[in-house]
C-alpha cells in the first residue's frame, strides 16, 4: 500500500470513529445505524486482536534476538577460556620443563643374544631403576632434599621413546632445552669375561664394569652407585658412612668439600667430621662447616657433637644453643627435614639440661624424643642416655629400667659404627649406675670391658675412650685405692678435657693432696666457666677439708650455673647442718628434692636436719623414703643411728 493510500485509511477510520460516537450520542438509532456500530465494534475488535498478535510477535523476536546475543557472547567468552587454557597449559609445560631436575633412564642398547632371553633394553634399565631406588630409600638423611644442588627427589623413571613425535617427546624435547633434566644411557655387549656394562650420566664420564653373564645383577649394583655418587654425592656419602664404608664417604667428602659448589660445600663439611682419624681434624672440619653456614641446625648440632668427644663442655653447650636458635628460626629449620629437626631441637634441649645438671629436665627431654617419630636410631640412642641421665639424679631404678638389656660395650660397638642417630654427650649408663652406688670395683669391671670391646682400637673411636671412658676408668681406679693405675691412665688424657681435669683433681683428693685437687678444680672453672661441675667438685673438697664458708661459695656458684643441679643444693644443705643450722639445711634439701626425688642421701641427710630442728613426725617420713632406695654401706650406718624414728 502506498503512503498516500495509508493516509486517507488512517483518515478514514478517524472519520468512522467520530461518527459512530457521534451516532452513539444521538438516539434513538435506526436499523442501519445499529448494524453500522455492529459492524464498526467488530473493526475495533479486529484490530485489537491483530495488535496483541503482532505484539506477541514482537515480544518473541526480541526474546530469540537477545537469546542469541546471549549464545554469540558464550561462545566468544568460551573461546577466549579456551585460549586463555592453552596459554596457561603452555606456560606451565615451560615452567615445569625449566625446573625439572628429575633423573631419566633410557632404554640401554643390549646383544641380540639377551634380549631374545627376555632382558630387553627396557628390563636392563629397569633394573637400574630398580637398584637406584633401593639406594635413595636406604639412605636417611637429616638434610631437606630441596637443599641439594641438582636435587633427584625421588622422580627417577624409564624413558621409552616413542616412534613419532608425542606430547611426552614434545616435553622431553622441552625438558633438553630449558630444564636440568639428568639423561643416563647405557649398553651392555659382549666381552671376553662375557659381558662389560656401561653407563653414562649426562654431562659425566662413563663408568664401566665387565663381569660374566650371571654377574648382571652385581654389576647393576656397581653402576647404581656410580651413578648415585656423580648425581647425588652428599647422599651417596650418607649411605656409604650408614653401611661403615668409611674410607669411601671420605674420599667422597673430600673431592666433595673441596671441588663440589658452593652450595654443597657446608654440608660436605659438616658430615666429612666423622670420617676424621683424630678429634682436632673433627673439630676443624665442623667448624668450617659452621663457618661457610652459620645458622645450619645440623652444621651447630654437629659440631656440639665433636665438642663433646674432645671434652669441651663449655662448646658443647654453646652450639647447642646455637643449634635451638636456628630450629626458631623459620629459614633456617627448613635446611633440615622436618622430622629430623624435631628430633635435633629436642636433643639440643637435652643437650643444654645436661650441661647445666638439669638431670629432670634432660629425662623429659629424653621423653618427647621417644614420643616423637624415630629417626634413623634416635629412639634407642635416646634411651641409653635416659638410663645416663637417671644414674645421674642418683635414681639408680629408673636408669635400669631405662637400660633394660643394654652393657656398656654394646652400646659403644654399635655407636662406634657410626651408624643412626648419635647422642651428643655419648657416656656410660651402667658405669654411672655403679658410681651412684659407690660401687667402684663394678665400675672399673665395667670400663675395662670398654676399652677391649670390638672396635676400641679403630682411629676415629680413640677419642671417645680418651676423652670418656680413660678418665672414668681413672676414677674408679682411684675410688678402689690404685692410685698408681688411676694416674697411669688420666696421663693418657689431654688437658683441655673438661670431664679429665675433674677426674685429675678427684684423684688428687682421693690421694689426699688437696692443694693439687683444688688447683685441678680451679683450671676446670676457667676451662668451662659455664658449667657447674667443677664448682660443685670444689665445693665436695672443701666440705671434706672443713672449709664451709668456702664450701657454700663453690655450692652458691655451681648454683648459679646449674639451678636445676641437685648435687650442689644437697651438699649445700649438709654445710648448713655443719655449721649448726638445720633449719636452713631443710630449705636446702626440699629444693634438691625437685630435681633428685628419689636420692636416697638426700632424705636422709633431709631426715636428719628434720630432727635436729625438733621435728621428728616429718624426719620419720624422710628417713623412711632413704630406706627404701638405694643407700651406700656407710649410708645405711647413719640411717641406723636413727632407728628410733
Same mark, same amino acid.
Given at each position: 500500500? /502506498? ?36 459492524? !464498526? ?10 495488535? &496483541? ?18 549464545? +554469540? ?45 627376555? @632382558? ?9 631403576? #630398580? ?77 664401566? %664394569? ?15 652407585? /656410580? ?19 668409611? +674410607?669411601?664417604?671420605? /674420599? ?32 676443624? +672440619? ?43 628460626? =623459620? ?15 629436642? &636433643? ?9 645438671? $638439669? ?10 624424643? &621417644? $614420643? ?53 654427650? %655419648?657416656? %656410660?649408663?651402667?658405669?654411672?649406675? *655403679?658410681?651412684?652406688?659407690? #660401687? ?5 669391671? $665395667? ?48 688437658? $683441655? ?51 664451709? @664458708? ?45 630435681? *633428685? ?9 633431709? =631426715? ?13 617420713? !624422710? ?23
Amino acid at each position: 500500500m /502506498a503512503d498516500g493510500e495509508r493516509e486517507i485509511t488512517s483518515m478514514g477510520t478517524n472519520a468512522s470513529d467520530t461518527m459512530a460516537a457521534q451516532l452513539a450520542m444521538n438516539a434513538p438509532h435506526s436499523p442501519a445505524t445499529d448494524a453500522y456500530l455492529e459492524k !464498526h465494534g467488530r473493526l475495533l475488535d479486529l484490530q485489537i486482536e491483530n495488535l &496483541q498478535k503482532q505484539d506477541e510477535f514482537e515480544t518473541s523476536h526480541l526474546r530469540w534476538r537477545r537469546f542469541g546475543d546471549q549464545m +554469540r557472547g558464550t561462545g566468544q567468552m568460551m573461546l577466549v577460556a579456551i585460549g586463555a587454557l592453552f596459554v596457561i597449559a603452555i606456560g606451565a609445560a615451560v615452567w615445569a620443563a625449566a625446573h625439572d631436575d628429575s633423573l631419566v633412564i633410557e632404554a640401554f642398547n643390549v646383544p641380540p643374544d639377551m634380549a631374545q632371553r627376555g @632382558l630387553t633394553g627396557d628390563v636392563v634399565s629397569s633394573l637400574l631403576l #630398580d637398584r637406584l631406588t633401593y639406594l635413595q630409600a636406604s639412605t636417611d638423611s637429616l638434610r631437606a632434599p630441596s637443599t641439594y644442588a641438582g636435587s633427584l627427589g625421588n622422580d627417577i623413571k624409564v624413558i621409552i621413546p616413542d616412534t613419532g613425535i608425542s606430547i611426552g617427546e614434545a616435553y622431553r624435547y622441552l625438558t633438553g632445552w630449558l630444564g636440568h633434566q639428568t639423561s643416563i644411557s647405557g649398553e651392555v655387549y659382549r666381552s671376553t669375561k662375557g659381558i662389560m656394562l656401561v653407563v653414562r650420566t649426562s654431562g659425566k664420564p662413563a663408568a664401566s %664394569f665387565e663381569g660374566s653373564d650371571n654377574q648382571l645383577n652385581a654389576l647393576m649394583a656397581k653402576a647404581a652407585e /656410580a651413578v648415585f655418587s656423580q648425581t647425588q654425592a652428599y647422599r651417596y656419602a650418607v649411605y656409604l658412612l650408614g653401611h661403615a664404608r668409611i +674410607r669411601e664417604a671420605d /674420599a667422597v667428602l673430600r673431592n666433595l668439600a673441596l671441588n663440589g659448589p658452593a652450595s654443597e660445600k657446608p654440608w660436605a663439611y659438616t658430615l666429612w667430621m666423622y670420617t676424621a682419624t683424630d678429634g682436632a681434624t673433627a673439630i676443624s +672440619r665442623a667448624h668450617t662447616a659452621v663457618k661457610l653456614a652459620p645458622g645450619n641446625m645440623l652444621a651447630e648440632m654437629n659440631t656440639s657433637q665433636v665438642e663433646a668427644w674432645a671434652g669441651h663442655d663449655e662448646q658443647i653447650l654453646s652450639y647447642a644453643f646455637a643449634a635451638k636458635a636456628a630450629f626458631t628460626n =623459620g629459614s633456617d629449620r627448613r635446611q633440615i627435614r622436618e622430622e629430623a629437626a624435631q628430633a635435633l631441637a629436642v &636433643q639440643a634441649d637435652q643437650t643444654v639440661a645436661e650441661e647445666t645438671g $638439669d638431670f629432670t629436665g634432660a629425662i623429659v627431654q629424653g621423653q618427647i624424643q &621417644q $614420643d616423637l617419630p624415630d629417626f634413623n636410631g634416635s629412639h634407642w640412642a635416646g634411651k641409653y642416655l635416659l638410663a645416663v641421665d637417671a644414674a645421674a639424679m642418683h635414681d639408680v631404678a629408673a636408669s635400669r629400667r631405662y637400660l633394660a638389656g643394654y652393657k656398656d660395650a654394646e652400646l659403644f660397638y654399635r655407636s662406634s659404627l657410626g651408624q643412626g642417630w648419635n647422642q651428643t654427650n %655419648f657416656d %656410660f649408663p651402667q658405669y654411672r649406675q *655403679a658410681a651412684a652406688l659407690t #660401687d667402684w670395683p663394678a665400675a672399673r669391671a $665395667d670400663m675395662l670391658r670398654v676399652i677391649s670391646a670390638p672396635g676400641a682400637s679403630a682411629p676415629q673411636n680413640y677419642a671417645s675412650l680418651k676423652n670418656v671412658a680413660w678418665p672414668l676408668l681413672a676414677l674408679a681406679d682411684a675410688k678402689t685405692g690404685d692410685i698408681v693405675a688411676a694416674r697411669a691412665h688420666i696421663a693418657k688424657t689431654p688437658l $683441655d678435657c673438661y670431664l679429665c681435669l675433674r677426674v685429675r683433681g678427684q684423684i688428687a683428693q682421693t690421694a689426699r693432696d688437696w692443694a693439687g685437687a683444688a688447683a685441678w678444680f680451679g683450671r676446670a672453672t676457667k676451662l668451662a666457666p659455664s658449667i657447674p661441675f667443677a664448682y660443685a667438685d670444689w665445693g665436695a673438697l672443701l666440705l671434706a677439708r672443713g672449709d664451709m @664458708l668456702g664450701a657454700i661459695n663453690k655450692f652458691t656458684a655451681a648454683h648459679q650455673k646449674g639451678p636445676h643441679f641437685a648435687d650442689p643444693l644437697e651438699m649445700w644443705g649438709e654445710a648448713l647442718m655443719l655449721q649448726n643450722r638445720s633449719d636452713l639445711a631443710v630449705a636446702k634439701f626440699a629444693e634438691a628434692n625437685k630435681y *633428685a626425688p628419689s636420692w636416697g642421701r638426700l632424705h636422709l641427710k633431709w =631426715g636428719e636436719a628434720l630432727h635436729y630442728a625438733g621435728k621428728d613426725a616429718d624426719a620419720k617420713k !624422710h628417713l623412711a623414703i632413704a630406706t627404701s632406695g638405694f643407700l651406700t654401706d656407710a649410708e645405711k650406718s647413719e640411717r641406723a643411728r636413727f632407728a628410733h624414728l
